[in-house]
């Protein structure tokens, strides 16, 4: 469901400040945003700390890539959200963070196995990650589209996250818990190595998600 304009600024400015809060971003890093309609979007701007935002700051962009609202420069990766708005119809939020644990995995060419608790494979599925692509270039979100189509959540090699959802709250939600798989996959790590669950016991996790009322896109563990 599309938003107003003055609660998409409201909603923006809270997540952006819990996506740095819980340490998701740091810097100037990450980008959120929420469509405001089939043509329009709202998107954080550039150069600035997500602590720091103000609703004022934020820039309302057309589909081409025109900012029709704000002044400053909208973020360098709104063409990773206007891919996701594109391809995605079903989807109203996006958030674009660097999760540094989650990240960390990609560097050192280690799967992060979203599939060893409940409410990983549960909310989130079996996370693909795209190959890394030059940030802030057409590259990248060209290295993610296909998967975006499979997956509310994208990781992006040696780079980052997106996550993505009907709300931001929705979108958030799943970002701190690819960050929270990440940690306590490197904690099972440092205690001698995870255990995986079974495909049976993974097929039966999948099938509550209609229970629990998920209806996030997900990959499913039997997909590459
Ligand atoms: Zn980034």
Same mark, same amino acid.
């Given at each position: 469901?599309?938003?107003?304009?003055?609660?998409?600024?409201?909603?923006?400015?809270?997540?952006?400040?819990?996506?740095?809060?819980?340490?998701?971003?740091?810097?100037?890093? @990450?980008?959120?945003?929420?469509?405001? /309609? /089939?043509?329009?979007?709202?998107?954080?701007?550039?150069?600035?700390?997500?602590?720091?935002?103000?609703? %004022?700051?934020?820039?309302?962009?057309?589909?081409? @890539?025109?900012?029709?609202? @704000?002044?400053?420069?909208?973020?360098? %990766?709104?063409?990773?959200?206007?891919?996701?708005?594109?391809?995605?119809?079903?989807?109203?939020?996006?958030?674009?963070?660097?999760?540094?644990?989650?990240?960390?995995?990609?560097?050192? !060419?280690?799967? +992060?196995?979203?599939?060893?608790?409940? %409410?990983?494979?549960?909310?989130?599925?079996?996370?693909?990650?795209?190959?890394?692509? +030059?940030?802030?270039?057409?590259?990248?979100?060209? *290295?993610?589209?296909?998967?975006?189509?499979?997956?509310?959540?994208? +990781?992006?090699?040696?780079? !980052?996250?997106?996550?993505? !959802?009907?709300? +931001?709250?929705?979108?958030?939600?799943?970002? %701190?818990?690819?960050?929270?798989?990440?940690?306590?996959?490197?904690?099972?790590?440092?205690? @001698?190595?995870?255990?995986?669950?079974?495909?049976?016991?993974?097929?039966?996790?999948?099938?509550?998600?209609?229970?629990?009322?998920?209806?996030?896109?997900?990959? *499913?563990?039997?997909?590459?």
């Amino acid at each position: 469901m599309a938003c107003t304009d003055s609660s998409a600024r409201r909603e923006i400015v809270h997540y952006s400040r819990k996506v740095h809060a819980s340490g998701l971003v740091c810097a100037t890093d @990450g980008n959120l945003s929420l469509r405001l /309609d /089939d043509s329009r979007f709202m998107i954080t701007p550039s150069g600035v700390r997500k602590e720091d935002i103000s609703e %004022e700051m934020l820039l309302v962009m057309n589909m081409e @890539g025109d900012v029709l609202e @704000g002044e400053g420069r909208p973020s360098t %990766e709104y063409k990773l959200h206007r891919e996701v708005y594109r391809r995605r119809p079903d989807i109203t939020a996006v958030i674009h963070a660097h999760p540094p644990k989650a990240v960390a995995f990609t560097i050192a !060419g280690r799967r +992060l196995d979203t599939g060893l608790l409940p %409410e990983c494979v549960v909310t989130l599925g079996n996370v693909p990650v795209a190959p890394y692509a +030059l940030p802030g270039t057409e590259a990248l979100p060209r *290295s993610m589209t296909e998967l975006i189509c499979l997956s509310d959540v994208v +990781l992006l090699a040696r780079h !980052g996250s997106v996550t993505a !959802g009907t709300s +931001l709250g929705e979108a958030f939600k799943k970002l %701190e818990k690819l960050e929270q798989c990440a940690q306590i996959q490197l904690y099972a790590e440092a205690l @001698g190595g995870p255990k995986p669950f079974s495909s049976r016991e993974i097929a039966d996790l999948e099938g509550l998600r209609g229970h629990y009322g998920v209806n996030s896109r997900t990959m *499913s563990f039997g997909e590459a």
